[in-house]
């Protein structure tokens, strides 16, 4: 046995939402093997004491862009259209490879340091996101986020079509799958049906897993309606969009008929609570969707429009919001948005027999949070202080696959020092310095 939490507070996730007290949980070659009242009999090479401890399955952030860092409080108080257009883009179109992986190194300690173990991600620049990932250890669904504003298009030629194919060669499978790679519609608003039909017939055939940005605002799902005379989803699912297991980030606006149609299609919707707030988008109709059948996965967005990536802040979201949204104190109860953040998470990431609960052979994607703080004291219910009292600076252990990657206040994986100094020296002036005119051109 490589690593044992001794008489620690196990949250489980399984099926009967098991919560044991004073537990014994051992890891063996990065699984969970072992979970019981009673000490192992065999000496494993490190105990960690769990005294007033709390492990639980690591989160999953299943709506993300990690470069966005860099933008984080550079536009605040504005809706989501200046937002992007008056204010993000113009940045992005200055970025770089080395700026980016810098960008995208900074979030996953932010991430490790909050207890994320697994994230969705939508951005260009893939491979330099693919190398911090591998680097750092965390789990990743990396996806290329296309747009297409023409109506000249080849999948074969088009530039972010080709960087998905290279992409999917080279990192598809990384590590005995903790890279995983996806496609990516990026909006319904942000291409049109050729895009659709190819990236769909694509991923189908390969196998992979789509992401998109559906019914984010009010304003880009009506227009849509006037441009075809059917929602986003219906647009995209006559294309063949949904084909493939997709995850559908935000999904603010969605009609009952959207709903139902994404039940049927297996459509993760992932609710993002803290981005919409903030951009004054809309509240989802979480309740609603799962009525309809669908599964239901939690996000942060980019830290740009968050501005953390502190998923227990979603989780905590989650619940205020739909019981303020429904008038209704009991609507969701604090095992559904914990289930949103591990259980449905894994599902959406079609990484549910490997994670998402702690159970014998699963991975040892675990954190542990330190529940001797005066806020989380007393304990009456240990599910609800982790959604309504917790947050991610509770976490005192980040581990993936049974490697510790943050611990004791330590990334152990990341030389944060040298992340800063690239942020400082090159990644902060690649995109907010004004360039010589030379260098423009």
Not at 28 to 34: L, S
Request: with cysteine; proline share 4%.
């Amino acid at each position: 046995m490589d690593t044992l939490f001794s008489h620690i507070t196990a949250v489980t996730m399984d099926e009967a939402m098991h919560v044991f007290y004073d537990y014994f949980v051992g890891v063996t070659d990065g699984k969970i093997a072992y979970l019981s009242k009673l000490p192992p009999k065999e000496q494993p090479k490190q105990i960690v004491s769990g005294e007033g401890m709390v492990l639980m399955p690591g989160l999953i952030n299943c709506h993300t862009h990690l470069p966005m860092s860099l933008l984080r409080g550079y536009a605040d108080d504005v809706d989501l259209a200046t937002w992007l257009n008056d204010y993000i883009f113009p940045r992005e179109d200055r970025l770089d490879g080395r700026a980016v992986k810098a960008a995208t190194l900074l979030s996953i300690a932010e991430c490790l340091r909050f207890g994320v173990t697994s994230v969705s991600e939508m951005y260009n620049f893939c491979d330099e996101i693919a190398q911090a990932v591998a680097e750092s250890g965390i789990k990743a669904n990396l996806s290329r986020g296309t747009t297409l504003f023409t109506e000249d298009f080849d999948f074969e030629t088009y530039p972010a079509c080709r960087e998905l194919v290279a992409l999917k060669e080279q990192w598809d499978g990384f590590d005995f799958g903790r890279i995983r790679i996806e496609g990516s519609v990026h909006a319904e608003y942000t291409s049109n049906y050729r895009l659709w039909d190819a990236l769909g017939e694509y991923c189908l055939n390969e196998g992979l897993g789509m992401q998109v940005h559906l019914s984010e605002t009010k304003a880009e799902h009506e227009a849509c309606k006037e441009r075809y005379g059917l929602t986003p989803a219906q647009i995209l699912d006559c294309h063949h969009v949904f084909d493939a297991p997709t995850t559908a980030a935000h999904c603010v606006w969605l009609e009952p008929e959207d709903m139902a149609l994404l039940a049927r299609r297996g459509v993760t919707a992932v609710h993002c609570p803290v981005s919409n707030l903030k951009l004054a988008s809309g509240c989802a109709d979480v309740p609603a969707m799962v009525k309809a059948g669908m599964n239901v996965a939690l996000g942060t967005d980019g830290s740009a429009s968050n501005n953390n990536l502190d998923l227990f802040e979603e989780i905590k979201a989650a619940a205020l919001m739909a019981k303020g949204r429904t008038l209704d104190p009991t609507v969701m109860p604090a095992q559904a948005p914990l289930m949103m953040a591990t259980v449905c998470g894994a599902k959406a990431q079609r990484r549910e027999k490997e994670c998402g609960m702690i159970k014998l052979g699963m991975d040892a994607d675990l954190i542990m949070l330190d529940f001797t703080a005066p806020h989380l004291m007393p304990c009456h219910n240990v599910l609800s202080q982790l959604v309504y009292a917790a947050s991610g600076h509770d976490v005192v252990m980040t581990m993936v696959r049974g490697r510790m990657l943050y611990a004791g206040g330590k990334f152990l994986t990341i030389d944060l020092d040298s992340v800063v100094r690239e942020l400082a020296e090159h990644a902060m002036p690649q995109v907010f310095l004004d360039k010589p005119d030379a260098e423009k051109n």
